[in-house]
């Protein structure tokens, strides 16, 4: 792996007397977060209200078991726009630079999102409503695929050989963060709000708060990628976008390995995030306010579990900590989804451990194997790794999970998890071997 010139790191550390845009390690830390939970925010906004609000706002018509499976089959939508966006992102990134494509990108999601607040219900425009939900659920996506900025991977390549595993958490904080935001906000609503204002106006604050949360974002990203320092940054690390089919026809073996590493942990995302709140919801006397503030303290044990998975992965290795938690993962999948079903202790005791096990795999799920990426390829194809990743092993958790545990028993839910952690292991064998052949012709490839 190549180094940063002495002389160019010195200048993002302390910064050129010159510049004056100089900025720090730590403000590319923060910088990443903060671009991370707003996206995340934006998506768990999506989430909740496809539980609490879409299946009798869209779905009238519907019983509530229902309407919450066609609220669910629209979830995917945004994850199968992904690719798409990115691919047409990365050209506007190359004629026009990173800074007007993030504004567009992070103008377009929040606006999305934003938008869905101003919709009107089933009962005023029948299926034009739900056409529309539709549409602005694939803007989401499709804005996210080009809100890839290439900060986490600079982030990563510039970290100390024996601080990669810290460093590379440090994104996937944005994830919990953005939960814990979206979900505090809807339980102060549907706890202090009638049912009927609720479903009137209140579920409609938290999408207009997040097209705030992504100006700010913007704001706080444009800062780095616009700055003298990081422009020279990303070209020394060849974090350059380039057409997607070069990439895929030179790196298509990467990227599908890439894609299946992580596939454990994104399974295991929306099987404690959304589908307990849908289960709960529907077959249990919990009050949604009650989950979602359970949801909330799980979300922080994440945070911390996290933040642990940099230590472990600094300690023992990256691939020692995925392998782990995919074990975990698979082991958790055979009993822990029947504890929804044992009443608040049992919610909590699965919340919990779900995050704890989300946190340390998820914390280190990103960019498994993006060092075996040939430095000109890096930048698109972490970025299509990430879209493939989420939408095999994410986007469709939700629905599946929800039908096997209503038709055949909580139990079967599991088997999502279940073939996800197989996914991993798998992939993460393929990985070594990848990684020995680029070794064999470049050992600068290959992280160690």
């Known amino acids: 792996m190549t180094t940063v010139p002495k002389g160019m790191a010195a200048g993002v550390e302390s910064g050129h007397a010159g510049h004056a845009q100089s900025v720090s390690p ?20 999506y989430a909740i209200a496809s539980v609490l609000v879409f299946p009798r706002f869209f779905f009238p018509f519907a019983d509530a078991y229902t309407g919450t499976i066609y609220s669910f089959a629209l979830f995917p939508l945004a994850f199968v726009a992904r690719p798409l966006g990115s691919i047409v992102f990365m050209g506007l990134d190359r004629r026009f630079g990173r800074s007007a494509k993030l504004a567009i990108a992070l103008f377009l999601l929040g606006g999305s999102t934003a938008a869905i607040a101003f919709l009107p219900g089933y009962d005023t425009l029948g299926a034009t409503a ?27 390549l510039n970290a100390p050989k024996d601080r990669r595993g810290w460093y590379a958490m440090i994104p996937q904080l944005g994830a919990p963060l953005g939960l814990i935001t979206a979900s505090s906000m809807f339980a102060f609503f549907v706890s202090s709000l009638s049912t009927e204002d609720f479903l009137g106006w209140g579920w409609r604050f938290p999408f207009f708060v997040a097209f705030a949360i992504n100006v700010v974002a913007l704001f706080a990203r444009l800062r780095l990628v616009e700055s003298p320092e990081f422009v020279r940054l990303f070209e020394s690390r060849d974090l350059q976008p380039e057409p997607a089919m070069v990439t895929i026809r030179e790196e298509g073996r990467t990227i599908l390995i890439g894609a299946l590493a992580p596939l454990a942990s994104f399974a295991l995302f929306h099987m404690v995030t959304v589908f307990p709140l849908s289960y709960v919801t529907l077959n249990t006397p919990e009050r949604p306010a009650a989950f979602l503030v359970i949801e909330t303290g799980a979300a922080i044990i994440g945070v911390l579990a996290i933040i ?63 060092s075996s990426f040939s430095s000109q390829h890096r930048y698109t194809g972490s970025a299509l790794t990430s879209d493939i990743a989420w939408l095999v092993g994410a986007a469709f958790a939700p629905l599946v999970a929800l039908q096997l545990a209503t038709n055949y028993g909580l139990i079967t839910s599991g088997a999502y998890l279940l073939s996800g952690a197989a996914a991993t292991l798998i992939a993460l064998w393929a990985n070594r071997e990848l990684a020995g052949n680029r070794n064999a012709m470049s050992p600068r490839m290959v992280e160690a």
């Open 26 to 45: 730590g403000e590319i830390a923060i910088g990443v977060i903060i671009g991370r939970t707003s996206e995340f925010f934006d998506f768990f906004v």
């Open 130 to 156: 739900i056409a529309l939900l539709a549409l602005f659920r694939i803007g989401q996506g499709f804005a996210l695929g080009g809100s890839w900025d290439g900060l986490a991977s600079l982030l990563a």
């Open 308 to 370: 642990l998975s940099g230590y472990l992965a600094d300690r023992f290795g990256r691939r020692a900590v995925l392998g782990g938690s995919a074990a975990a993962i698979a082991a958790f999948s055979g009993f822990a989804p029947q504890m929804l079903g044992m009443g608040t202790g049992g919610e909590v005791a699965f919340m919990t451990i779900g995050f704890a096990i989300l946190g340390i795999s998820f914390g280190q799920s990103s960019g498994a194997v993006a």
